[in-house]
């Protein structure tokens, strides 16, 4: 099971650099996993997959469903968690860990228009 780019890319490139297996490559100026070299990051010095971690949108790159069970059971899950208002774990940390990377990110190209004016 691969990871996918979703319609939420915006196209930003950070997960191309991001990949430890070379996976991520650009079709027609837009990023696409190729599921033959995508691991997962499986087998690799990371925890967890790092296009995914870095993406600043949360959901450019999710992973794909194998089958329809799995499809089936991970939006039930999503639906789910809305509507408790409870949330996995994994997803939660990513979500934050996107949002700190997306500010830290917006606040660099701020200092460096600021140091090219
Ligand atoms: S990091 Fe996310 S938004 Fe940027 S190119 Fe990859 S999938 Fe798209
Ligand atoms: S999950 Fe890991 S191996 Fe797969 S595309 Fe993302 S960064 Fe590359």
Redesign the pocket.
Known sequence: MAYK??S?????????S?CPNDA?KMIDDR?WIDPNLCTNCVDTVYTVPQ??A????CN??VKEPTDYWEGWFANYNRIIAKLTNKQDYWENWFNCYSQKFAEQLSQRHQDEKAVSC
Do not use: D, E, F, H
């Not at 939420?8 to 191309?16: A, F, G």
């Not at 870095?54 to 949108?57: D, F, K, N, Q």
């Open positions: 780019i979703t939420q890319c915006i196209s930003c490139n950070l997960c191309l991001a991520v990023p296009c995914k870095g993406c600043p949108t450019g790159c």
